[in-house]
Each structure stands twice: as C-alpha cells, then as structure tokens.
Antibody, heavy 121, light 108 residues
C-alpha cells in the first residue's frame, strides 16, 4: 500500500525558514517523480514544485521560485521542501504527491494527508 | 502560465442526476495533459481522470472526461451519494502545473 507521510509543518514567523519532509513507502520511490502541492484554508489547490526520479529535472511555481528548494533522497525514500523567506501567503496545508511517471509530466496518483504551515508573527 | 477557469462554481443536483462540469484553459493544453480530481472535506484530492479522458485506477465508469485544446468536460453519469464533493481540473504539460479553482457538487 502506497503511503506518503508529511512532517515538519508548524507556526513560523514571516521571513523565517522551515523544512518539510515526506516519507514514502509501498512503492519503488526512485522510479517516480514527486511533487509538493499546497492548499490555503478554504481555497483551491496550488502546485508548488516537482522533481524527477533522479533529481535531474525540477520545476517551481513562480510564487515560490527563488525561495523554496525541492530535493529528494532516494536511499531514504524521502522528499523534502526547504522553504525560506516565508510570507503570510505561504500559509497552507502542504501535500506530498507521487507522480504517475518518472519525470513530473503526469498527474499525481497518490497524496499524503498534508502538513500545515502557518506563517504569522 | 495557463489559467484554468471552472464552471459553474457550484452545482446543485440530486442523486441519480447527471453532472456536467466545465474547465476552460486560457491557452491550448498540450497533448490533452488535463486531469480531474475529486476532493472531500478533510481529505486529500483523488485522481479521477488524466489525459483528458483516461480513468485512473479504480475509478467507476460513471465518471468520464472529454475535450481537447482549451475546453474540457467532466461528466458524472448518475450521481451517487459519495460523489458530492469538490472537483478540480489541472493541466500538467506546460512549464509549471496549474489547477482550476474547483466546482462544488452539492446535494439539492
């Protein structure tokens, strides 16, 4: 059974940093691209970032480019999101998602339950 | 960036009725790289349709997708009680993915 478990969320002040993690199990992690998608309270979904199976291809939403960094450790079956210079508008539930394919060119077929990030002073 | 606009915002229907949801893109979506997700309160999204018309694993055949270019449709042939939820479209072919704002299907 595919499982994705996010962690690392919490309350953080504007301008500070936070690192999210996603532990994956139940599938061959290094065969698939992975993503972070967020959802602000009561709002729609927003794709944040995607990374190919071997980290050779990475993409970011314009809203986080230059501030967030996605990475993965295939030996540890883990996905990460380093978030710097956080803003109030980054407040959201952050989901980790598994791509249908290897190169973040297909949609997400499995999602975690999310970790909540709140940016506030 | 491709902007996806979904309509209507809310659809009020009864169980057994047919639901037709629209997703319009601001520019052509390449290779029909359009997906539909269902989301219920407190749950992550669930992939229903990808490639505009291919059902994801385990999705009942009452769900169908169609369209190409800039106009796409999700149809639920006969609404079951568990189908009342928010539905979002997504394009995943261009540089950077985008989602529509969602259509809520509620019980009339």
């Amino acid at each position: 059974e595919v499982q994705l478990v996010e962690s690392g969320g919490g309350l953080v002040q504007p301008g500070r940093s936070l690192r999210l993690s996603c532990a994956a199990s139940g599938f061959t992690f290094d065969d698939y691209a992975m993503h972070w998608v967020r959802q602000a309270p009561g709002k729609g979904l927003e794709w944040v970032s995607g990374i190919s199976w071997n980290s050779g291809s990475i993409g970011y939403a314009d809203s986080v480019k230059g501030r967030f960094t996605i990475s993965r450790d295939n030996a540890k079956n883990s996905l990460y999101l380093q978030m710097n210079s956080l803003r109030a508008e980054d407040t959201a539930l952050y989901y980790c998602g598994k791509d249908l394919g290897s190169s973040w060119s297909l949609p997400i077929d499995y999602w975690g339950q999310g970790t909540l990030v709140t940016v506030s002073s | 960036e491709i902007v996806l606009t979904q309509s209507p915002g809310t659809l009020s229907l009864s169980p057994g009725e047919r639901a037709t949801l629209s997703c319009r893109a601001s520019q052509s979506v390449s290779s029909s790289n359009l997906a539909w997700y269902q989301q219920k309160p407190g749950q992550p999204p669930r992939l229903l349709i990808y490639g505009a018309s291919s059902r994801a694993t385990g999705i009942p055949d009452r769900f169908s997708g169609s369209g190409s270019g800039t106009d796409f449709t999700l149809t639920i042939s006969r609404l079951e009680p568990e189908d009342f939820a928010v539905y979002s479209c997504q394009q995943y072919g261009s540089s950077g993915w985008t989602f529509g704002q969602g259509t809520k299907v509620e019980i009339k």
